[in-house]
T-cell receptor, first 118, second 110 residues
Framework: EAGVVQSPRYKIIEKKQPVAFWCNPI?????LYWYRQNLGQGPELLIR????????DSQLPKDRFSAERLKGVDSTLKIQPAELGDSAVYLC????????????????FGEGSWLTVV | GENVEQHPSTLSVQEGDSAVIKCTYSDSASNYFPWYKQELGKRPQLIIDIRSNVGEKKDQRIAVTLNKTAKHFSLHITETQPEDSAVYFCAASSDYKLSFGAGTTVTVRA
């Protein structure tokens, strides 16, 4: 079974340029997450989708970041315009939500998209 | 929101010795506590998890303990091997939102 697939793996852009990252979750997983991981730190949630609905985007910097998951499967995260401080690894993850939080299922991560803004 | 603190930030152990990483969390509603291992340039991978209705869980050389009253949980790795060298992250969750600690870089010396 394929895991969470992300592209591109690496991206170098100049500041003020736009960039987009794509994620395809594990087949059948209804919940999709975008995390940002700065060097030497743990992942921080940007946005969580349940199917096509963004149920938690409280940490997404909405002035420059946007995300979509139109058909409830793959997702795109966009940054426009990029700033130097956006350099980080953008991790996509997915899981299968089973009704109650007590039935939490494992979150699987992709390999990440490494962004360098120069 | 949830705040997870993780200690130590770096840990160096002799091969064969044990390693212990400790985490505290702030939200008493958190009910799921996974641990992830991340090798350089790789994805975080789940190594063990524990739910709030369990105090301890073991899987071969890895064990996790949870103290809900004190709001802390720990990862124990016994008989460490060179392949255990990596960054380890604890996390805590309520309502499907995982909050991660800052990570512990574990180095196993041969």
């Amino acid at each position: 079974e394929a895991g969470v697939v992300q592209s591109p793996r690496y991206k170098i852009i100049e500041k003020k340029q736009p960039v987009a990252f794509w994620c395809n979750p594990i087949s059948g997983h209804n919940t999709l997450y975008w995390y940002r991981q700065n060097l030497g730190q743990g992942p921080e949630l940007l946005i969580r989708y349940e199917n096509e609905e963004a149920v938690d985007d409280s940490q997404l910097p909405k002035d420059r970041f946007s995300a979509e998951r139109l058909k409830g499967v793959d997702s795109t995260l966009k940054i426009q315009p990029a700033e130097l401080g956006d350099s980080a690894v953008y991790l996509c993850a997915s899981s299968l939500k089973l009704g109650s939080p007590t039935l939490w299922n494992t979150i699987y991560f992709g390999e990440g998209s490494w962004l360098t803004v120069v | 929101g949830e705040n997870v603190e993780q200690h130590p930030s770096t840990l160096s152990v002799q091969e064969g010795d044990s390693a212990v990483i400790k985490c505290t969390y702030s939200d008493s509603a958190s009910n799921y506590f996974p641990w992830y291992k991340q090798e350089l340039g790789k994805r975080p991978q789940l190594i063990i998890d524990i739910r709030s209705n369990v105090g301890e869980k073991k899987d071969q050389r890895i064990a996790v303990t949870l103290n809900k009253t004190a709001k802390h949980f720990s990862l124990h790795i016994t008989e460490t091997q060179p392949e255990d060298s990596a960054v380890y992250f604890c996390a805590a969750s309520s309502d499907y939102k995982l909050s991660f600690g800052a990570g512990t870089t574990v180095t196993v010396r041969a």
